[in-house]
């Protein structure tokens, strides 16, 4: 099974808890997920299968969309509802003030990671230093919001809807938001609807999963169809034999023109249109496959 499986990640189970789940039921030892959701957060989690699990830098890399439920007036030092509490304001922000704190947090800026988090610090997990109340110390990572839209505000909750670039954290945006409103705030719900290219239209619950394959067979994503923002060229017969050893491509090889100079991956497909391998171009008018799947 070479391919991907969009699977509805229910509430508290962890996006680990998913792949073990489908290693066993879908009996195939190679699955990873595309971008880890913590056991709070509900949704889209696309799982790479077989030899899509090449493919994962690109899929990992791809924007997300989020419905954020957040409460405002709590911080917690996980800056999410399950976290231990640190503060509690009793305050509720305007429709004003939510609106202006959203305004400033789109674009492209650092942002923070949470210390309660996967990143490593000295080899070591950041939420395991957390929790043992060490000092943790992360490097802001660039992120862009492209959309930040309050949807609701009901007293103290409100959902927001946003989209985002990968390596963004919507627990560190809370936290933000909070800030800036002046009443604190922290993530009450969190529901991934769209990673990339995968939205939860095209997924599957853990229920269906635990059926095995024949459960899932029709939601199955095969190698061919990912990936389909990137451009592509297919190969001759031979062109085809020399993708398979990794050996670079030439003009007589392609059956349609190379993206000369382009620094975008290219996906290379056979005379069938089967996804062969994702390259690069260099500027001797040459392919390079850099990312072989046959």
């Known amino acids: 099974m070479d391919g991907v499986l969009v699977v509805d990640k229910p509430q508290a189970v ?83 003030a939510v609106e202006r704190a959203l305004a400033s947090l789109r674009g492209e800026y650092l942002q923070v990671p949470p210390a309660h988090s996967a990143k490593r610090v000295g080899g070591r997990r950041a939420y395991e230093l957390a929790r043992r109340d060490e000092e943790v110390t992360l490097a802001p990572v660039r992120v862009r919001v492209t959309r930040a839209d309050l949807v609701t505000l009901d007293g103290a909750s409100a959902i927001v809807a946003i989209t985002c670039s990968s390596g963004f954290y919507v627990r560190s945006f809370a936290h933000a938001l909070g800030e800036l409103t002046g009443t604190g705030a922290c993530v009450e719900s969190l529901r991934r609807t769209r990673h990339g290219e995968f939205s939860l239209s095209q997924a599957v619950t853990v229920e269906q999963l635990r059926q095995g394959a024949a459960a899932v067979g029709d939601r199955w994503i095969p190698l061919d169809r990912l990936l389909p923002g990137l451009p592509s060229v297919r190969v001759s017969a031979e062109g085809r034999t020399r993708v398979s050893h990794g050996q670079e491509l030439q003009g007589s090889h392609l059956l349609d023109e190379a993206v000369e100079g382009s620094d975008s991956w290219i996906r290379l497909l056979d005379e069938d249109n089967h996804l062969l391998a994702v390259a690069t171009a260099s500027s001797a008018r040459a392919l390079h496959p850099a990312v072989v799947l046959i």
Do not use: N, W
């Open 14 to 96: 962890t996006s680990h808890d998913v792949v073990a789940e489908a290693r066993r039921r879908l009996g195939q030892p190679r699955i990873g997920h595309t971008g880890t959701l913590d056991p709070l957060a509900t949704g889209v989690l696309p799982l790479a299968c077989g030899r899509a699990t090449r493919l994962v830098r690109f899929l990992t890399a791809a924007d997300k969309e989020y419905e954020a439920g957040l409460r405002f007036g709590v911080s917690t030092d996980s800056y999410d509802i399950m976290g231990r509490e640190l503060m509690r304001s009793g305050l509720t922000p305007s429709k004003e």
